[in-house]
């Protein structure tokens, strides 16, 4: 399986834009860069995803190197809300999901 | 429209005990799937169902662990017989199709406590 790797906590203050990066060097072409996060006592909920171009839709954007070996999630302006651990998972043709550890953000008011 | 319903919330039981946990998956979803969520950790698949048939149970730890999925909608996960290491959150998700595009829908997750 493609393995992604991400720092294990960041912080951000309320209100302004998150950048939580995640490297997958090993990603293969057909490989989509998923993104979940996970509030506190709950499910995963699904974020954004994309293939080769950036993506933009309510919750984030998510901007894709060119070389498709990084990937950045962006939230304009981070509330508190926001505080989650945010997951970078490559999902291909093999239906695999695989979840690494993932980011937790703080968001400080 | 209901989301993944899991069941029960929380269990506790006594170790050797056996455990079961239900899932009803979002309406019309094909794909499901049971993860093992230690604390601390990101989710572990243990295994995916493309309707009935069980496709990927690799990582399902066969000789205490067993999953149906009767009739390719609700879904149960059995551990016989409980242990310690096997107190956790077991997550169940879904998704309408095995593309990889698709959306996975988690549920809230049934947390076990092995005493």
């Known amino acids: 399986d493609a393995k992604t790797t991400q720092p294990n906590s960041m912080e951000s203050n309320e209100e302004e834009p998150v950048h939580l990066p995640c490297n997958h060097s090993?990603?293969?072409?057909?490989?989509?860069i998923h993104w979940y996060r996970q509030l506190p006592s709950q499910g995963p909920e699904y974020v954004i995803h994309?293939?080769?171009s950036n993506v933009n839709n309510r919750m984030a954007s998510l901007a894709i190197a060119e070389d498709r070996k990084s990937s950045t999630l962006i939230l304009h302006r981070a509330t508190l809300r926001d505080a989650a651990v945010y997951y970078c998972?490559?999902?291909?043709?093999?239906?695999?999901?695989?979840f690494g550890t993932g980011t937790s953000l703080t968001v400080i008011p | 429209e209901a989301g993944v319903v899991q069941s029960p919330r929380y269990k506790i039981i006594e170790k050797k005990q056996p455990v079961a946990f239900w899932c009803n998956p979002i309406?019309?979803?094909?794909?499901l799937y049971w993860y093992l969520q230690n604390l601390g950790q990101g989710p572990e698949l243990l295994i995916r169902?493309?309707?009935?048939?069980?496709?990927?149970d690799s990582q399902l730890p066969k000789d205490r662990f067993s999953a149906e999925r009767l009739k390719g909608v609700d879904s149960t996960l059995k551990i016989q017989p409980a242990e310690l290491g096997d107190s956790a959150v077991y997550l169940c998700?879904?998704?309408?199709?095995?593309?990889?595009?698709?959306?996975?829908?988690f549920g809230e997750g049934s947390r076990l406590t092995v005493l």
């Open positions: 998700a879904s998704s309408l199709d095995g593309l990889a595009t698709g959306e996975l829908f």
């Open positions: 090993t990603i293969s072409g057909t490989d989509y």
């Open positions: 994309g293939l080769t």
């Open positions: 998972i490559l999902r291909g043709s093999g239906n695999q999901f695989y």
């Open positions: 309406s019309g979803h094909n794909t």
């Open positions: 169902y493309e309707n009935e048939e069980a496709v990927d």
